[in-house]
């Protein structure tokens, strides 16, 4: 055997194309600010409720595609928490989409109002919990994503005992709170989403107080020696 092939045989094999995992959160809080924004817009009475079915069409092409590409995205970067968030609210989004869109009607029609109010608000009881047992991680990341999670556990709490509740005063109160409990999340969404899409762009200029909340102070420090937290 020549030299020449002694070599190539010692050469390691090259290494198979393997694309960096990209980061899909901040377009998932993108598109799930989007829906949230409309169902609070009209839980709020910005616009006539009677206008909700402009929610299913937004959650659908949106909301839930921009999710559910945001986790799978995610999960290709080993991040648990993100890709379960996204996955799971693209399967809410999806799920509330078809049930106020195409299953509310034939519902009502069987078990009447009242029957479909207990269903539906049992439903956003359900995700209450799961949000807020997912507000136990977002606590751990920065105080918007912490922030967003508690909201909306809190929009989910109201609406849902809204939609147990016979129609009258109270049952308008708690929606229209529930509903601006919706755009305060639906706009602390998007600055999270803002922040993480801008920053490494501008240098951080978009704070976002990543845990444990406390301000560094940012000087030059011998090698080998932490900076001092701010008092």
Known sequence: MSTTDDAAAAAPAQAAFEPQAGIGVPIGVFGFGF?????????????TPNAIGFFAPVAFSFGAIMLLLGGIYEL????IFGGTF?????GFLFSTGLILRFYAPAIIGVAGASGF????????LMWCVFTFMLSLGAYRINMPAFLAFILLALA?????????????????FLTKAGGWV????????????????????????????????????????????APTPAA
């Open 86 to 90: 996204c996955l799971a609210y693209a």
């Open 156 to 172: 989910y709490l109201l609406l849902g005992i809204a939609s147990t509740m016979a129609a009258g005063d109270t049952t308008t």
């Open 117 to 124: 109010g207990d269903a539906f608000g049992t439903w956003l």
């Open 35 to 47: 829906a949230v924004l409309v169902l609070g817009f009209a839980d709020a009475r910005i616009f």
């Open 76 to 79: 290709r970067a080993n991040n």
């Open 182 to 225: 919706l755009i305060i999340d639906g706009i602390v969404a998007w600055y999270l989403a803002w922040g993480l899409t801008v920053n490494p762009l501008i240098g951080d200029k978009l704070p976002l107080w990543p845990y444990p909340y406390t301000w560094v102070e940012k000087h030059e420090t011998p090698a080998g020696i």
